[in-house]
């Protein structure tokens, strides 16, 4: 039995445990993450009996190491494994140089230790099917390769905003070199790259057409632009069609001049794909029990060593290319910072303790709270239309008066009990800190879901009685309901509140508002300024009492795609 770690606990690394458990022969016993809360959620959800946050301590634990963390970390994880006689098999883009490709194949094979470069679709069963449907010559001699790999990807993750490792080519390019190396070589030329550049100097997408001596390939990766995901190998009496997803091939179609005449074929492919490449390891770590490391590797189905190492070299003379690039400044000092629903993390939502604790922080823009209605027609300072999440009680907000709503109980930090303020209480605790410090308050109307008819001017009169007209800002995710802010008060400032910033633009110009309010989720990833306040939200973070890991400051980024003002559960962290 062989004793598997895991590095790394993201997405990939979920489909590879039960992938993993098809396989005989291995077994996996213990999963690493620096973040050790990380390590051991993924241990508990995945039934692994260890769970380790210092890769060092996986020595002696696991024979063979499956390697998912970031690209830019694969090298020098692999090494040390490796260095102690670990068995890898590593995510793709196995290193980001020819060198350390080089360097790492030579550790194994000094170590006697399987190195796979983990690209799937090179060791599925309809991939191969292709390889031996290209060399059987009934295209002919092939001179063409084109691969495609998109998927639109949120402007808050980690492949768009890691300005140095992120962007399409590194993401997908592996992919698309697969079938190229595989069937035209690696005695390419110089080729010709064109790239479409986020804001953040990563590529949305990328066109890159290779050359050879008598054959040309082109590759498109994009994660800002989407294209027909297909594999064409063009051969002089014919082509092969692999429809997309061609990457998980489950299709294939060979086409000859005459129309009429093509041939269908089915692949198989079971689960997510990722069985075959781990079974081809531990197929490898068992082979060399009996043959020497040469003998092994060189028969290897799947990518060989020399072809990771030529990948690894287009991955280096891509970032090299990239590097020309400008790089965006990001002048965090610039950036507001709001309180969403107050010190949401440190204290419940939408409370006076949560507000008082935000409006105290040194240099805070202001805070952030949401707006329902009860049945006698009073504001009162609430998230959800019901009380259920919140409070002790049960039910809609607008069943309740204002006289019963506000016997509900919060349960607050240590041991306080919280109820439910109205907005005239909010707006009383917040006069001092408004007038003396300039804060502001920004009041989304939740009026999307039940509409509550005549909202809008009972906000605008509560705010004028309190004085505090120049520092509010209102907001909403019900467009008109801001276009109706604005024909009562004219001089009142509004903000349109969507996921998209598309939508919130769509809203602004329609309803004449004064500022954008979208999600970090759904930024335009090609655009850097909007000439307007933009006040994001969305950061994933915990709100008080929720079992969520907080990443750091993970708001601040998004300035580059224009965020002027972030509105964060938070915003201790951002001050401090
Ligand atoms: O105003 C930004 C943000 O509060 C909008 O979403 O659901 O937290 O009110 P939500
Ligand atoms: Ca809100």
């Not at 060092?56 to 970390?73: F, L, R, S």
């Not at 507000?355 to 209605?373: K, N, S």
């Not at 509550?452 to 705010?463: A, S, T």
């Not at 000439?531 to 969305?538: C, K």
């Amino acid at each position: 039995m062989i004793r598997l770690g895991i590095i790394g606990t993201g997405r990939i690394a979920k489909r590879f445990v039960p992938e993993a458990r098809t396989i005989d022969n291995i077994e996996i016993t213990v999963v690493c993450n620096p973040h050790i809360e990380s390590a051991h959620r993924f241990a508990e959800e995945n039934n692994i009996s260890e769970y380790i946050g210092d890769i060092q301590n996986i020595i002696g634990k696991a024979d063979a190491v499956y390697i998912a963390t970031p690209h830019e970390t694969h090298y020098a994880y692999a090494k040390l494994l490796l260095s102690n006689g670990i068995h890898v098999l590593c995510e793709k883009p196995m290193t980001f140089s020819e060198r350390e490709a080089r360097e790492l194949f030579q550790i194994a094979k000094e170590k006697e230790c399987i190195l796979m470069e983990g690209i799937k679709t090179a060791y599925c069963p309809g991939f191969q099917q292709i390889l031996e449907f290209a060399k059987s010559g009934r295209i002919g001699e092939i001179h063409d390769v084109e691969a495609c790999f998109t998927r639109l990807y949120s402007s808050n993750t980690r492949e768009i905003w890691n300005q140095r490792y992120g962007g399409s080519f590194t993401e997908f390019g592996t992919y698309t070199l697969l079938p190229i190396v595989k069937l035209l070589g690696k005695n390419n030329r110089q080729g010709f790259v064109w790239s479409l550049p986020c804001i953040t100097g990563v590529d949305a997408y990328t066109k890159n057409i290779i050359e050879y001596e008598d054959a040309v390939a082109t590759i498109k990766t994009g994660l800002g632009v989407k294209s027909e995901g297909q594999l064409i190998i063009a051969g002089t009496k014919g082509y092969i069609l692999v429809p997309s997803p061609w990457w998980l091939t489950r299709k294939i179609e060979i086409h000859y001049e005459d129309s009429n005449n093509v041939e269908y074929y089915d692949a198989v492919f079971e689960g997510q794909g990722l069985r075959y490449e781990i079974g081809v390891f531990v197929e490898k770590i068992l082979g060399l029990r009996i043959m020497n490391w040469n003998e092994v590797m060189n028969q290897m189905i799947g990518v060989t060593p020399s072809e990771s190492i030529w990948m690894a070299k287009q991955m280096e003379d891509f970032l090299a290319h990239r590097t020309e690039w400008k790089q965006p400044y990001l002048d965090k000092k610039k950036m507001k910072i709001w309180g969403h629903r107050g010190c949401s993390m440190g204290y419940p939502e939408n409370t006076l303790s949560a507000f008082r604790a935000a409006a105290e922080l040194e240099g805070i823009a202001g805070i952030e709270l949401d707006v329902q209605l009860t049945k006698d027609g009073e504001v009162v300072v609430i998230h959800d239309e019901r009380v259920d999440r919140t409070t002790n009680g049960t039910g809609a907000v607008i069943d309740y008066t204002l006289n019963e709503i506000q016997k509900l109980t919060i349960q607050g930090k240590d041991g306080q009990i919280e109820y439910i303020p109205t907005l005239r209480e909010v707006l009383e605790l917040m006069k001092p800190f408004c007038l003396e410090r300039g804060e502001k308050i920004n009041i989304e109307l939740k009026n999307s879901v039940v509409r509550y008819e005549g909202m809008e001017q009972k906000v605008l009169d509560i705010v004028d009685e309190s004085g505090l007209g120049d520092y509010v800002l209102y907001s909403s995710f019900l467009h008109e309901s801001m276009g109706l802010i604005k024909e009562l008060c004219p001089a009142a400032q509004t903000g349109i509140l969507a996921v998209s910033i598309h939508d919130c633009l769509k809203g602004a110009e329609k309803y004449h508002a004064d500022a954008l309010h979208p999600c970090v989720k759904a930024l335009d990833i090609l655009k850097g300024e909007y000439h307007v306040p933009v006040r994001a939200w969305g950061g994933d973070e915990p709100l008080f009492g929720q079992n969520v890991e907080l990443k750091e400051k993970n708001m601040e980024r998004y300035q580059v795609f224009g965020v002027t003002e972030i509105i964060t559960n938070v915003p201790e962290l951002y001050l401090n």
